[in-house]
């Protein structure tokens, strides 16, 4: 069952000679041309039926959606559109597809919403804008992979069920198998975990990097790069409740050289994506040109999506402290005219997802990495300077994203560490194993998160965060 795949035969310079495909149908016309996409590419391949080769009921068979093998010889396209075509020879249907309920899905031939799609997230991968975007999905955690294996980093697996709240935010989800209607109590009448399948409370991991930490200080340099999971309710099309995160953790290296790899990582990978998956990029910017044409001048996008992935590999990302980026918003016109949901008023104020895209899009018009965070607003974990007020926190920031990258230099001294750990009420009991990190030869070391999801969106250009992951998990939807 070997056949060849349409990416193949749409290259292949062997005219004349016998091919074999197998896909699904996406359109037939006039009782004579057949589309068939396998997956392979974006593109379809064009079979061509020749009078009364092919028997009237294996004819009506022939509908789009339906699972079809197709046997002939690869021929020149006397028509436009197509280099080469197949003139069939041998049609087998392998699996039918109903043209009255194709008819009812998204599967049927013209322009479904994207909500549509997702309500028909198992059919959704059919469609050329959803082929697309998983195709690049799939290479681009291949460059994932490729970047750090190629820079010597060890990938490694750290847990999804864990007993640890990385983030301190308290946005886990929990995991149990007691029986909720009757859990077993203690004599105080709260539930007793230590009855519970682990022995003590469990949720599901927010963040690899502390275990990846531990992992840094004997392999050197790790990464790692699995799905996470936060029970935090923002419905936005930016967050999911199951991510995929890529954590490299690095020993003996400060906040300058965890910037320099991040932005190194980042290009790299969206240079992968130029060198390998052009038709798809193509075929994505073209859909972002047709969206735009609905849309007031105002709102279209400034660069086609080709040239804003070059134009982020050309320019270096700006390096920007916290302190300097509060004076540039305080400053700034939608500061002033009140235009900000959250008005900057002082320094120690949050950055919302306005402010990150201001500064991003609107003043510096480029990636942006901003740096010393006020230490109240960031984890216990991240190290502080001197000045006592700030740590050594970096978040990247994208266009049209907003944070694409959060990481820091993390605290090495332990005296440090244990203080910070008190005052935000984080037991040294839940993590005495952090801890020894500090205590057994201790060293600056860095780390940063980079939510694929995210990634995935800058590169796609898609503008909702559940078009690009396969079956999204957000608040009230786990449908699939
Ligand atoms: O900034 P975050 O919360 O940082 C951490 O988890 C650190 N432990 C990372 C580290 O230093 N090793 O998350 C990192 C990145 C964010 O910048 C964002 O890209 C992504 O993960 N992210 C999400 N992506 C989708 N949905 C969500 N709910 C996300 N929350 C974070
Ligand atoms: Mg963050």
């Known amino acids: 069952m070997k056949h060849t795949k349409v990416v193949d035969v749409l290259k292949s310079d062997k005219l004349l000679q016998p091919v074999t495909i197998s896909g699904w149908v996406r359109s037939f016309r006039n009782d004579r041309f057949i589309a068939i996409n396998d997956g392979s590419t974006i593109n379809t391949i064009q079979c061509v039926l020749e009078d009364n080769i ?5 004819l009506e068979r022939i509908n789009v959606g339906a699972a079809i093998i197709i046997t002939g010889t690869l021929v020149e396209s006397e028509g436009k559109g197509q280099r080469v075509e197949i003139k069939v020879s041998e049609i087998h249907i392998e699996g039918d597809a109903d043209p009255e309920e194709v008819k009812l899905t998204i599967l049927s031939p013209k322009r479904h919403s994207l909500e549509k799609l997702r309500e028909q ?3 959704r991968v059919r469609t050329n804008t959803f082929g697309a975007i998983m195709r690049l999905r799939s290479k681009l955690s291949f460059a994932v992979h490729e970047y750090f294996q190629k820079n010597d980093f060890y990938y490694v697996h750290t847990p999804i069920i864990t007993g640890s709240d990385a983030e301190g935010a308290g946005e886990a989800f929990k995991v149990t198998n007691m029986d909720l209607k009757n859990p077993p109590k203690d004599e105080n009448g709260e539930v007793d975990y230590s009855k519970d399948f682990f022995g003590r409370e469990a949720n599901l991991t927010v963040s690899g990097q502390l275990e990846g930490e531990t992992y840094a200080m004997g392999l050197g340099q790790i990464y790692t790069f699995g799905p996470t999971f936060r029970a935090e309710n923002s419905n936005t099309s930016r967050h999911l409740s199951e991510f995929w995160m890529i954590e490299p953790e690095i020993a003996f290296c400060d906040l300058d ?5 991040a932005e190194d990582f980042i290009k790299y990978v ?3 994506a130029l060198d390998n998956c052009m038709d798809d990029l193509e075929f994505l910017e073209n859909r972002l040109v047709q969206e735009d044409k609905s849309k007031p001048q105002a709102e279209r996008a400034e660069m086609l999506l080709r040239d804003k992935l070059k134009f982020v590999l050309d320019n270096n990302f700006k390096r920007v402290s916290y302190t300097e980026a509060i004076e540039i918003l305080k400053n700034s016109k939608p500061n002033k005219k009140k235009k900000f949901k959250y008005p900057i008023e002082e ?7 306005e402010h990150e895209r201001f500064l991003v899009e609107k003043h510096f018009k480029c990636p942006v990495i901003l740096f010393d965070y006020p230490a109240d607003i960031k984890s216990f974990y991240m190290r502080l300077n001197e000045d006592g007020k700030t740590v050594r926190a970096m978040d990247i920031l994208f266009p049209g994203i907003g944070e694409i990258v959060g990481g820091s230099q993390r605290e090495e001294r332990l005296d440090v560490l244990k203080q910070k750990m008190e005052a935000l009420n984080i037991p040294e009991e839940d993590l ?8 057994f030869g201790t060293c600056t070391h860095s780390g940063f998160g980079l939510g694929f999801e995210r990634l995935v969106l800058f590169v796609t250009g898609m503008s909702n965060i559940r078009d690009v992951i396969p079956y999204p998990r957000t608040p009230l939807n786990a449908e699939f």
């Open 121 to 123: 997230a198992h059919l």
């Open 257 to 261: 050289g965890n910037m320099d790899l």
């Open 432 to 439: 005495w194993w952090y801890l020894d990190t500090r205590r």
């Open 270 to 272: 969206i240079q992968f």
């Open 347 to 353: 320094w120690g104020a949050d950055l919302q997802s």
């Open 54 to 58: 092919i028997d009237q009921k294996t």
